[in-house]
T-cell receptor
Framework: SQELEQSPQSLIVQEGKNLTINCTSS?????LYWYKQKYGEGLIFLMM?????EEKSHEKITAKLDEKKQQSSLHITASQPSHAGIYLC????????????FGDGTTLTVKP | DTGVSQDPRHKITKRGQNVTFRCDPI?????LYWYRQTLGQGPEFLTY????????KSRLLSDRFSAERPKGSFSTLEIQRTEQGDSAMYLC????????????FGPGTRLTVT
């Protein structure tokens, strides 16, 4: 089955710094999702990427999909304490598949 | 749109007891998913429904686990004869059918088996 590997596992940055989180798939990606989770809570949807080369932005967060590399990156510009949390990438197992696989997350701490 | 809701939010039970969790999806979503998440891990797929039909089950879903969605609206997840290894966050999500839609997650039910 498909596996998603995220790097780094954890990240501590100073407020105002930029950062990048990567997600690499062991198989072909049929859509890639980024979610944010606060400890002990549900997942909040951030962005979905479906096509190779696609790039989406929301406020200071940008995500890109490299279909050939089976990889996605999430970039945060000028990080703020509100960006702190666990970032998870997820992917469907196939076209119109119900099953999705998730990475183990990257824990982001932003120091004021 | 009130979002996906789950009940209860927390459940503490003794080993060997049965527990049941409920999930109410976003009303117009015909797909409903159950995941299990342990500390430091991402959500693991358990099962999903399209309307009232259970279309896929993970091998993680042992015989002690059963899920239903009788009228294609809310769903229940029951764990029989709970074990300490069942302690986890149980997440429910819903979506419309189709690759262009993301899954909307509920707040989860945290189960602790003592």
């Amino acid at each position: 089955s498909q596996e998603l590997e995220q790097s780094p596992q954890s990240l501590i940055v100073q407020e105002g710094k930029n950062l990048t989180i990567n997600c690499t798939s062991s198989k072909t990606l049929y859509g890639l999702y980024w979610y944010k989770q606060k400890y002990g809570e549900g997942l909040i949807f951030l962005m979905m990427l479906q096509k190779g080369g696609e790039e989406k932005s929301h406020e200071k967060i940008t995500a890109k999909l490299d279909e050939k590399k089976q990889q996605s990156s999430l970039h945060i510009t000028a990080s703020q304490p509100s960006h702190a949390g666990i970032y998870l990438c997820g992917a469907r197992q196939g076209t119109n598949a119900g099953k999705s696989t998730f990475g183990d997350g990257t824990t982001l701490t932003v120091k004021p | 749109d009130t979002g996906v809701s789950q009940d209860p939010r927390h459940k503490i039970t003794k080993r060997g007891q049965n527990v049941t969790f409920r999930c109410d999806p976003i009303s117009e979503h015909n797909r409903l998913y159950w995941y299990r998440q342990t500390l430091g891990q991402g959500p693991e797929f358990l099962t999903y429904f399209q309307n009232e039909a259970q279309l896929e089950k993970s091998r993680l879903l042992s015989d002690r686990f059963s899920a239903e969605r009788p009228k294609g609206s809310f769903s229940t997840l029951e764990i029989q004869r709970t074990e300490q290894g069942d302690s986890a966050m149980y997440l429910c999500a819903s979506s419309p059918q189709g690759d262009q839609y993301e899954q909307y997650f509920g707040p989860g039910t945290r189960l602790t088996v003592t």
